[in-house]
């Protein structure tokens, strides 16, 4: 990042953690992607409390980065099961921040399997947690109840202009994947499952690429929304999956289970939007499927008379060119730091919540002040 732009940043990260400052001495455990534009965001959040730990996403790591931020931070790796094991959950929480005020910072749920454990038996206190996506966002609210609040941005509007673009994003990435194998996707047969705000944006963005596009959501209202918008639907993911040529899985949940995946069309090349474990059940293939690297982030799957091609290993697709969706990444940046210091001032009861939109308005005009020219 050049100093111009770092030095703009930093700007409007201060006077963000100006406006909604913390109360109570916290600390926080932050799992990020540690991209090139992330360390801004971890200096914002030290102004709002003592990181006890960045847990990067192992899947959306730039080396670089990660070792700026070692050179001043705590980095721990991060693994599901730590945190779904629930007394090696509570073991790490006590080595890492036994005693303390904590507020949990997440991406993709990796606390709500443990969290009531952490919250009832931990020798400190759990604040809460900040959660940023979608899968998270189903994760929490499948829980019975919540023993603490978990605010979640990930059905924010200042989250809507970053769908957008992921899907752009995802779109690209795919594109130039299939491009680095000598192959276009141009006037092919796409998928994609999950029509939710970046499910849309990939869908339009394909559409626009010239591509036949046919959407699956589990949700009936979804379907209809995609249909009025003059996309092909399909009653059933194997339906949907039998004619594609691209499949792009965009749920925030599980997308293809081991029996969809022999609906595949010879040839076919598939991508998530999130988390390979989240989206794909490609672990059940292990003993059926060969695997063959056949390009920069590519793998063939072939079982005598089918095969196709797996985009990144299955994880989220436009990691490979770093995610980038310009400065409004920021707008949910700074509604994680104001809900971080919402949760030390005790403003949520146990439960599910949104931040208010008093709050996101004020986010919203001081990111225009910032980016807007």
């Not at 029996?259 to 390979?276: C, I, K, M, P």
């Not at 985009?311 to 971080?340: K, R």
Request: charged share 20%; aromatic share 6%.
């Amino acid at each position: 990042m050049e100093t111009p732009e770092r030095a703009r940043l930093d700007a409007f990260f201060r006077r963000i953690t100006a406006q909604f400052p913390a109360g109570e001495t916290i600390t926080t455990l932050v799992i990020t992607h540690l991209l090139p534009e992330r360390p801004a965001f971890l200096r914002a959040m030290t102004a709002v409390s003592t990181i006890g730990a960045v847990l990067p996403k192992p899947r959306s790591i730039h080396q670089p980065t990660l070792d700026a931020v070692r050179g001043t931070l705590p980095v721990h790796d991060l693994t599901r099961e730590r945190f779904a094991d629930e007394t090696q959950a509570l073991e790490y929480l006590e080595d890492t921040a036994g005693g303390q005020h904590v507020v949990l910072v997440d991406i993709g749920g990796y606390f709500a399997a443990s969290l009531d454990t952490l919250v009832n038996k931990f020798s400190g206190r759990i604040l809460g947690v900040v959660e940023d996506t979608e899968n998270g966002h189903q994760r929490y609210a499948a829980l019975n109840s919540l023993p603490c609040p978990v605010v979640s941005v990930a059905r924010s509007p200042l989250k809507e202009c970053e769908d957008h673009l992921v899907g752009r994003s995802i779109v690209f990435s795919t594109d130039a994947l299939v491009r680095a194998r000598g192959d276009i996707l141009t006037s092919r047969n796409a998928c994609v499952i999950g029509f939710g705000k970046i499910g849309r944006a990939i869908a339009q963005t394909l559409r626009a690429q010239d591509l036949r596009v046919t959407v699956y959501d589990s949700d009936p209202v979804k379907r209809v929304q995609a249909h009025s918008l003059g996309f092909l639907t399909s009653a059933s993911t194997t339906e949907a999956v039998r004619d594609a040529e691209l499949v792009l899985c965009a749920t925030g949940n599980l997308a293809l289970r081991h029996e969809d995946f022999a609906a595949l069309r010879n040839g076919a090349y598939l991508g998530s939007v999130t988390s390979s474990e989240d989206e794909l059940e490609l672990g059940s293939l292990d003993d059926l499927y060969e695997r063959h690297p056949v390009g920069a982030q590519l793998t063939r799957y072939e079982v005598t008379g089918h095969y196709f091609y797996v985009l990144a290993d299955g994880g989220a697709v436009n990691f490979v060119h770093l995610a980038a969706v310009g400065t409004y990444i920021h707008l949910v940046q700074a509604e994680i730091l104001a809900a971080t210091a919402a949760l030390s001032r005790a403003r949520f009861q146990p439960g599910l919540h949104e931040m208010p939109t008093a709050d996101r308005d004020a986010i919203a005009r001081t990111w225009l002040r910032h980016f807007e020219r």
